[in-house]
C-alpha cells in the first residue's frame, strides 16, 4: 500500500503538468498589469519616448512569448506522447490564444459596459476550464463513416478560406501594412478596399464565409485533438483556434463601434495616429495586433504544405516553404505593428 501511494504522489504532478498553459493565460493580464506598474514607477511620462516605446513593447511581447510558448510545448508534447489526453490538449489551444481571447473578454465586457468585471471573468473562466479538464473523460473514438465526412468539411473549409484570403485578409494585410507609411496612407487604401468588402453585396458575402469558417474549423480541431500530431499539425490547429479567436473578437469590437457610428479606421485603431500606447494604456492590444496576422499566415502555411505534401511535393520543400512563409508573418506583422505604435516613414 505503502508504493502504490507514493507512485500515486509521485504522478500526480505529472498529470496535473496539463494545467500549466491555463496557468500561464489566467496570470497573463496580472504580468501585464505588473509591466504597467513598473512604467509609472519609474516616473515615465505621458507621452512616451520611443525608448520608452520601445522597452515597453519588448515586456509585452516577453509577457505573450511567454504563455504561448508554453501552451506551445505542451500541445506538441501530448499531440507526440499521450494524444488521448484531450481535456489538456484542448486547455493548450486555449492558452494559446490568449492575446486575442483576453482582448474579446475586454470587448464583450464593453458591449455590457460592464469592463471592470473583465479580471474577473477571466479568472472565473479559466478556473472553470481547469476544473472541467479534470473531471473530463476520454472521447469516444470517431466512427469509421466520420472520416468521409471530415475529408468533405476540411475540403470546404479550404476553399471558404481561399475566397476570404483573396477578398479581405491579403488585401487588408496589405492595407496595414501601408500604415508604416502614414495614417493617411492607411486610410487612403482602406477607403478603396472598402467599396470591396463593405459593399452590399461583399459584405454579407465575407461575414457567411467567415462564420462558416470559424464554425468549420473549430469541428476539425475537435477531431484533430484525438489523433497523433506533429509540429506542422499542432501548429495549424494551435493558429487555427487564435485565427477563429482573433475574427471573433475583431469583428465583436468593429461591429459595436460601427453600431455607436464610429469610423473603424486607422484612427480608431490608434488614437487619431498617437499610438497605441501614446497613454501607456492598452497593453492588451499590442499582442493581440501582433500575433493576429502571425497566426493567420501560418495557419495558411501549414494547410499549403499539407496541399503539397498531398500532390507529390517533397517533405523537405515543404517544410522550408511552410516556415518561409511563417517568418515573413513575423516581419510583416512586425512592420503592422510599427506602423500601430506611431512609427511611419513619412
Known amino acids: 500500500m505503502t508504493v502504490i501511494f507514493e507512485a500515486e504522489r509521485i504522478e500526480a504532478p505529472l498529470r496535473l503538468r496539463f494545467l500549466l498553459p491555463a496557468l500561464g493565460a489566467l496570470c497573463y493580464p496580472f504580468l501585464l498589469s505588473l509591466v504597467s506598474f513598473l512604467l509609472k514607477q519609474s516616473g515615465v511620462a505621458v507621452p512616451p519616448s520611443p525608448g520608452v516605446i520601445a522597452i515597453s513593447v519588448l515586456a509585452i511581447l516577453a509577457v505573450v512569448g511567454a504563455v504561448l510558448a508554453m501552451a506551445f510545448t505542451q500541445a506538441l508534447t501530448l499531440a507526440r506522447s499521450d494524444p488521448t489526453n484531450s481535456p489538456g490538449r484542448v486547455l493548450a489551444h486555449l492558452a494559446f490564444a490568449t492575446p486575442s481571447l483576453f482582448t474579446a473578454f475586454g470587448n464583450v465586457t464593453g458591449l455590457l459596459h460592464a469592463r471592470g468585471a473583465t479580471l474577473y471573468a477571466w479568472v472565473i473562466f479559466w478556473l472553470v476550464m481547469m476544473l472541467?479538464?479534470?473531471l473530463a473523460r476520454e472521447p469516444a473514438r470517431p466512427l469509421a463513416s466520420e472520416a468521409a465526412a471530415r475529408r468533405n468539411l476540411a475540403a470546404a473549409h479550404g476553399i471558404s478560406a481561399l475566397i476570404i484570403l483573396l477578398m479581405f485578409i491579403l488585401p487588408h494585410l496589405a492595407d496595414h501594412l501601408a500604415g508604416i507609411i502614414?495614417?493617411?496612407?492607411?486610410?487612403d487604401v482602406m477607403n478603396a478596399l472598402r467599396t470591396v468588402y463593405r459593399s452590399q453585396v461583399g459584405e454579407p458575402i465575407l461575414l457567411a464565409l467567415i462564420c462558416f469558417q470559424i464554425?468549420?474549423?473549430f469541428l476539425l480541431v475537435q477531431r484533430k485533438l484525438e489523433r497523433r500530431s506533429d509540429v506542422f499539425g499542432t501548429l495549424q490547429s494551435l493558429t487555427g483556434i487564435y485565427v477563429g479567436i482573433y475574427l471573433l473578437g475583431h469583428m465583436t469590437a468593429a461591429f459595436s463601434a460601427?453600431?455607436?457610428?464610429?469610423?473603424?479606421?486607422?484612427n480608431w485603431l490608434t488614437g487619431n495616429d498617437h499610438g497605441l500606447l501614446y497613454h501607456l494604456s492598452g497593453f492588451s492590444l499590442v499582442g493581440h495586433y501582433w500575433v493576429g496576422p502571425i497566426a493567420i499566415v501560418t495557419h495558411v502555411a501549414c494547410g499549403l504544405r499539407?496541399?503539397?505534401?498531398?500532390?507529390?511535393v517533397s517533405d523537405g520543400l515543404a517544410s522550408r516553404t511552410a516556415w518561409l512563409s511563417s517568418s515573413l508573418g513575423i516581419i510583416a506583422s512586425s512592420v503592422i505593428l510599427a506602423g500601430l505604435?506611431?512609427?511611419h516613414v513619412a
Open 215 to 217: 464554425v468549420s474549423g
Open 341 to 343: 505604435l506611431g512609427a
Open 132 to 134: 472541467i479538464a479534470m
Open 306 to 312: 499539407g496541399v503539397m505534401l498531398q500532390h507529390g
Open 258 to 266: 460601427r453600431g455607436a457610428g464610429t469610423n473603424t479606421n486607422w
Open 182 to 187: 502614414s495614417g493617411s496612407a492607411h486610410i
